[in-house]
């Protein structure tokens, strides 16, 4: 079955480390999002690309960066900049079309970031 | 710009009864698609209902329907017959036609429902 793969589920880092969250897709979904989600802030663009080779920042970049080099993997790196990483990070995409979101968009499971 | 608010941030339904969340948005463009999106426990965004801004028969899905008022740029979400597993966070959403669009979310509505 096709859909979006996040791992992993629970990520725990220490204070001054980068670490990346994976997202990989096989339903040839041309554009993919990265979202954080905290409680009662709902879910924020971070990071965003519609094609390979190109991403653009979304209302929160701050603090992370992307990279999108094959059409199904879209990974988030947390850096050290991010001052409040601990979240849920969730991955989404959008089908292919001539820009008729009806679908909306399909979620992975997401990623529990926890500082310690 | 896009904004979507969600100015309930808790409810509760008793099973079977009827409940409506609300939801408003604000947005300059001409068309765009609007959604509820429910997040269960397990934390999984699963699409309940759509509406197109340019229909204006509202959507409905089984128990789920919801008010589109587009001049007031309002979009709530009535559930009828509420069950338990409906018991979740309910996002509204919203998007604007175009291949570069972007979804828009509102801050969330935890429902809870009660015996």
């Known amino acids: 079955d096709g859909g979006i793969t996040q791992s992993p589920k629970y990520l725990f880092r220490k204070e001054g480390q980068n670490v990346t969250l994976s997202c990989e897709q096989n339903l040839n979904h041309d554009a993919m999002y990265w979202y954080r989600q905290d409680p009662g802030q709902g879910l924020r663009l971070i990071y965003y690309s519609q094609i390979v080779n190109d991403f653009q920042k979304g209302d929160i970049a701050e603090g992370y960066s992307v990279s999108r080099e094959k059409k199904e993997s879209f990974p988030l790196t947390v850096t050290s900049a991010q001052k409040n990483p601990t979240a849920f990070y969730l991955c989404a995409s959008k089908p292919p079309g001539q820009g008729t979101p009806l679908h909306g968009y399909t979620f992975g499971s997401g990623t529990r970031l926890t500082v310690v | ?115």
């Open chain 2, 1 to 115: 710009a896009q904004t979507v608010t969600q100015s309930q941030p808790e409810m509760s339904v008793q099973e079977a009864e009827t409940v409506t969340l609300s939801c408003t948005y604000d947005t300059s463009e001409s068309d765009y698609y609007l959604f509820w999106y429910k997040q269960p426990p397990s934390r999984q965004m699963i699409l309940v209902i759509r509406q197109e801004a340019y229909k204006q028969q509202n959507a409905t899905e089984n128990r789920f329907s919801v008010n589109f008022q587009k001049a007031a740029k309002s979009f709530s979400l009535k559930i009828s017959d509420s069950q338990l597993g409906d018991a979740a966070m309910y996002f509204c959403a919203s998007i604007p036609t175009g291949t570069a669009s972007k979804l828009t979310f509102g801050t969330g509505t935890r429902l809870q429902v009660t015996l």
